[in-house]
């Protein structure tokens, strides 16, 4: 089959791309493991011993560089839509986090835990319809962040992956609302032209 100009151009950009070529000699599972690794390195937040909740987990990039930095007496619990082969040292629950039965499965692995960092890099699969496609994001996010409210320790972290656009504005104000710190973060092996960033959240308020 003949492909299109553009996954032509697509696929070019990702044999070049050097986070592509050294995550395949460092043993990665995806670039996107060196965009966690740089945020750990300016803000800190990986340590022995945490309990991490991973959302959107497939193919495990983040889940690898999660517990090679919690190490044997940490616990990840990572969850996809996909499956995904299973990163030895975490838990793996193939489901829709959306769903009620995905968020209970979460909550069932935690087991009445707290988290020490809840991370988000999902994001759905793209129509091409900018506006429905920005508000599944949104939408994604929003729930990410309410599972964080409830299940962080207090002093904990919540990273979540957000594009900017409709709902960017009003999501970041409801984290800065609800936490007692808020940064942005674009790592450099965040690609420019996407309007991929991240936000930081640490110290969850409790309200009531
Ligand atoms: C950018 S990828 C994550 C990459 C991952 N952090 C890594 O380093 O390998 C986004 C993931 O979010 C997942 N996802 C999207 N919506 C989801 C949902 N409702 N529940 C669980 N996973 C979801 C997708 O299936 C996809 O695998």
Do not use: C
Not at 149 to 164: E, R, S, W
């Amino acid at each position: 089959m003949k492909r299109s100009k553009s996954s032509r151009d697509w696929l070019k950009r990702h044999v070049n791309d050097p986070y592509v070529q050294r995550s395949k000699k460092e043993g990665w599972r995806a670039r996107s493991a060196y965009k966690l690794l740089e945020i750990d390195e300016k803000d800190r937040f990986l340590a022995p011993g945490g309990v991490v909740v991973d959302l959107g987990s497939a193919p495990g990039g983040w889940t690898q560089v999660v517990v090679k930095k919690v190490g044997a007496k940490g616990t990840v619990i990572a969850i996809d839509l996909l499956a995904m082969e299973p990163v030895p040292g975490s838990a793996f629950l193939q489901g829709d986090f959306a769903t009620g039965a995905g968020l209970a499965a979460v909550e069932a692995a935690l087991g009445g835990t707290q988290a020490d960092v809840v991370l988000s890099d999902m994001a759905p699969n793209l129509s091409g319809i900018a506006i429905s496609d920005q508000a599944r994001s949104m939408a994604l996010a929003e729930l990410a962040r309410d599972f964080a409210l409830d299940h962080l320790k207090p002093g904990g972290v919540f990273l979540v992956k957000v594009f900017q656009g409709v709902g960017y504005d009003e999501f970041l104000k409801s984290l800065r609302g609800a936490f007692d710190k808020v940064v942005m973060r674009k790592p450099d092996a965040s690609r420019d032209e996407s309007a991929e960033q991240y936000l930081l959240a640490r110290g969850p308020r409790r309200f009531g």
